[in-house]
């Protein structure tokens, strides 16, 4: 029986190019010299789509693909697929929620004490002797006890805000409303003004045109000199332009992002920056998370061309 084409828009690890490969016969579209003469020549015979959170599948892919019934994203973030594109034709969409969001979370907390704590710098200050040279290394702020938000409680922003809980920190959140899994955190509907409560703001909320520059300049002068943005969802949540402003001017304190417009191509200002952790949208980055993610990337496929129901269905 002929394997379904697939096209395949970015590289996974080894561990699942050899199953993909097993199961369907694959097209690498991030190979391809002339990527848009590639999938004229591909596209008529596409019949699945696997992407990656941050690469997804614009109109002009979906359309060169007429035979196109499903789209497996190798994420939890799916705004980058032309939702809308899809839904004129009836295409399925799927993620990889659930097996990625402790290892999101974990990081986000982690982005929070390196960078509060200053670990990075403390890491420098032996290698480089100057522990041995000039003393002691410069006092940092804690964590414990102070003040966090979480924009956006899902499931990620819960494990990110049930992981603050460890810390003894005060806890509200935003979100479209007051979440009955939340009843020992304070729910504050304007991110304006849970900015202006907390010392830490998390941004954990899923990317969307709705949710585009929703941590703008108000909200990143609510949280203030003293405050620290950390973002593990989307660059598209924030206006970047704003956050590169405050962190030049110290209207705020610092940054810690996993995240960037024009990734991995970030704006050179942020390498300028002495008050910012930088991350390579690795949160989900761990062998045990990205073999999950694989697996589910195939078993959607492998459902929808089984005529089986989706695992982890979007659309
Ligand atoms: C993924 C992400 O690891 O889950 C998402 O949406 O952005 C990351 O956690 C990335 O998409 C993999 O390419």
């Known amino acids: ?22 199961a369907f016969d694959v097209h690498r579209y991030f190979d391809a010299a002339d990527k848009a003469a590639f999938l004229q020549t591909v596209g008529p015979q596409i019949r699945g789509i696997a992407t990656r959170g941050e690469l997804g599948a614009n109109r002009a892919m979906i359309q ?33 929620p659930d097996v990625l969001t ?26 480089d002797g100057s522990w041995a040279a000039k003393g002691l290394y410069p006092l940092k702020r804690r964590v414990w006890g102070r003040r966090a938000g979480v924009l956006g409680l899902g499931r990620i922003g819960f494990e990110v805000a049930k992981r603050l809980k460890g810390f003894d920190m005060q806890i509200s959140y935003s979100d479209t409303g007051p979440k009955d899994y939340a009843s020992d955190m304070t ?26 520059h929703i941590v703008g300049e108000k909200v990143i002068a609510a949280l203030g000199a003293e405050g620290m943005l950390i973002n593990i969802s989307r660059a598209s949540n924030i206006d970047e332009e704003a956050l590169l402003s405050a962190l030049e001017t110290g209207k705020l304190g610092s ?43 195939r078993d959607n496929l492998m459902a929808h061309f089984a005529g089986q129901p989706l695992l982890t269905p979007v659309l």
């Open 187 to 212: 729910f504050v509907a304007d991110p304006v003004e849970l900015a202006s409560g907390c010392d830490f703001l998390f941004v954990t909320l899923a990317a969307s045109a709705a949710t585009r």
């Open 1 to 22: 029986m002929t394997k379904p084409h697939i096209l395949q828009v970015g590289p996974y690890p080894q561990w699942d190019e050899e199953p993909l490969n097993a």
């Open 64 to 96: 060169a693909c007429p035979k196109l019934e499903v789209i497996s994203v190798y994420g939890v973030g799916f705004d980058a697929v032309d939702l809308e594109a899809c839904r004129e034709r009836g295409i399925r969409v799927t993620n990889t």
């Open 255 to 297: 940054a810690a992002l996993d995240v960037f417009e024009g990734e991995p191509k970030l704006n050179p200002r942020f390498l300028a920056l002495d008050n910012v952790l930088l991350q390579p949208h690795h949160a989900s980055g761990t062998i045990e998370t990205r073999q999950a993610m694989g697996k589910l990337v």
């Open 102 to 127: 402790n290892d999101v979370a974990d990081l986000g907390l982690a982005m929070m004490l390196c960078l509060s704590r200053g670990m990075i710098g403390a890491e420098t200050w032996v290698r």
